[in-house]
Structures are given as structure tokens and as C-alpha cells.
């Protein structure tokens, strides 16, 4: 049973984990305690963790299912995986995400394509997996879909998180590297949607007429609904992200179109709706 129907594509959320971050000060470059006190009646306890203070933080993969294929939508922190920065996302010993994809009907054999928004490691983790000490594709018949300027950019830095999730993907000749409103068929497609990342793209969806898009890390809280010029510290070029962030506000809000996010608390998907300059998000129930 799909979570969630847009015409004939069914999109199941393939959820990781759920974990506190930062604080909304230290994710948020500006962010003030007067933006708190306006908003701490919705923003407690789903948003932000009441004891804590930190940002709840779901992470997940989007299983879309299309006539043709079936389809992951990023692929969360993945195990084996170093990244010092972050401890809960760091040398994960965690199948919870692999069974959750088997509990959703899925093998990873089935995976026909998986698209990354963009390269950051809880969106890329599970591209690969450790096996006799090296990491190899986790889904072995699957096309990854990587935007150009996103897979130039992560070889550029070499990171950890490229050698890991990414160069083995490439090794194996299971990377496709395309631009960034590239279209795989009517279903599906992407948009571009730079700013967090260079490459950074949305993944739309369409069947009979009913429309969707996984925005990815365009927006990370429904707080940027509200503030659009809010940038995590984490976006590489604050004023693109923003401006970026404002259109894909404005080009969804009050449409029948279903926003799929990766971060947004649970259950993460919904509609954009005006409110005054700027913008509420509506979840939808499963
Ligand atoms: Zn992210």
C-alpha cells in the first residue's frame, strides 16, 4: 500500500531515521528568538524538540512506483559511512532503511532508478553499501540519475562522502549524468533548483494530470515557508538559495500539487498555501 496516489504513480516514504540536529540558532544564519516566540505554538514539539531545543530532522527516501519503473528518490545516510560531524550519522550499523524498503514490497534488486536531488550524504548514503570491504551499488540493476553540475562539483571536492556513496556508482557504470531539467518520461522529470548545492535539483512528478515534486533540501523546515530568506548555514550560496527557495514558494503555493520534503516533520508531504507575503505548508495525512 502506497502512502500517498498521484494519479497512476504511488510514493511510499522509505524513512531512515528521525534525529535531533541543532538548534534552530545554530541551523539558521539570522534566525532570532523573537521568530521563536511567534512561532513556538506549532513549531513545539514536532519541529524543534521541547527538551533539547534541536531541530527534529526525519531523514527518508521517496519509493516512487510508475506504470514502468520503479523509482528511489535519494537514499538517507546509509551505513559504514564516515562523517565525523554529524555523530548520529556517522559509522551506521542501522538495516532499518533496508527493511522499511522491504517492508514497502521492494527488493533492492527491483530498483530501476535511483535519482539524488543532490550529493550531501544523507541523500546519497545508501547509493552503496559494504561488501568484502569495499562499497559497491546497493541496488545492483539500478541507473543512478545525477545532474551534471552536482556529480562535477562533489568530484571536485573529493570528499569522503564522494569516494564513499558516489565514485563507486561510477566505477560500477551505473551513473548517468544529465541536465538538470532532465526528463526520463512523462512521469517523471527534473527541475532545476540550485542554491543549497550548485547542482541541486527537484524531482517532478505528473500522472493524469495530478502533479508533484520531492523538493529535496530547497527548504529543510516549514519555518522557510513563513521566512523564505531563512538559509541554513548549510546552503552553499545563501542569496541563489534563497531566491530559488521564494520561486519554488511561489510556483506551488495554492495549486493542487503535492510537495514531497525530504526534512520536513513527518509526515512530510503537503501543499504550499499563501499566507499574508508568504507561505504556510499543509500536510497531508497518509
Ligand atoms: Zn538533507
Do not use: R
Given at each position: 500500500m502506497a502512502d500517498w496516489q498521484l494519479g497512476e504513480i504511488e510514493v511510499?516514504?522509505?524513512?531512515?531515521q528521525v534525529a535531533e540536529f541543532m538548534t534552530l540558532e545554530e541551523f539558521f544564519d539570522g534566525f532570532t528568538p523573537e521568530m521563536f516566540e511567534a512561532n513556538k505554538d506549532w513549531l513545539l514539539p514536532n519541529v524543534v524538540?521541547?527538551?533539547?531545543?534541536?531541530?527534529?530532522?526525519p531523514i527518508q527516501s521517496y519509493l516512487v512506483r510508475t506504470r514502468h519503473h520503479t523509482?528511489?528518490?535519494?537514499?538517507?545516510?546509509?551505513?559504514?559511512?564516515?562523517?565525523?560531524?554529524?555523530?548520529e550519522w556517522n559509522d551506521r550499523r542501522d538495516d532499518t532503511y533496508l527493511r522499511n524498503l522491504k517492508a514497502a514490497g521492494v527488493d533492492p534488486a527491483e530498483i530501476d532508478y535511483v535519482f539524488c536531488t543532490h550529493l550531501h550524504v544523507d541523500h546519497c548514503g545508501w547509493n552503496t553499501q559494504l561488501e568484502d570491504g569495499r562499497f559497491v551499488p546497493t541496488f545492483p540493476n539500478a541507473k543512478y540519475i545525477f545532474s551534471e553540475p552536482e556529480y562535477a562539483a562533489a568530484a571536485e571536492t573529493n570528499s569522503i562522502v564522494f569516494r564513499e556513496s558516489v565514485l563507486p556508482v561510477m566505477e560500477a557504470k551505473q551513473?548517468?549524468?544529465v541536465a538538470m531539467d532532465f526528463a526520463l518520461d512523462d512521469n517523471i522529470s527534473l527541475s532545476p533548483t540550485p542554491g543549497?548545492?550548485?547542482?541541486?535539483?527537484?524531482?517532478?512528478?505528473?500522472?493524469?494530470?495530478?502533479?508533484?515534486?520531492?523538493?529535496?533540501?530547497?527548504?529543510?523546515?516549514?519555518?522557510?515557508?513563513?521566512?523564505?530568506?531563512?538559509?541554513p548555514t548549510v546552503d552553499l550560496d545563501p542569496a541563489m538559495a534563497s531566491a530559488t527557495r521564494q520561486k519554488f514558494l511561489e510556483d506551488h503555493a495554492d495549486r493542487d500539487k503535492i510537495v514531497m520534503t525530504a526534512h520536513f516533520p513527518l509526515p512530510s508531504v503537503g501543499r504550499v498555501v499563501s499566507q499574508g507575503d508568504a507561505f504556510r505548508f499543509d500536510y497531508l495525512e497518509t
Open positions: 511510499t516514504s522509505i524513512l531512515e524538540s521541547p527538551a533539547s531545543g534541536k531541530i527534529i530532522l523509482i528511489l528518490i535519494d537514499t538517507c545516510v546509509g551505513c559504514h559511512k564516515k562523517f565525523k560531524w554529524v555523530p551513473a548517468e549524468l543549497h548545492t550548485a547542482g541541486h535539483v527537484a524531482v517532478e512528478m505528473a500522472s493524469n494530470g495530478v502533479l508533484g515534486a520531492m523538493s529535496g533540501d530547497l527548504m529543510h523546515s516549514p519555518l522557510q515557508c513563513l521566512y523564505p530568506a531563512l538559509c
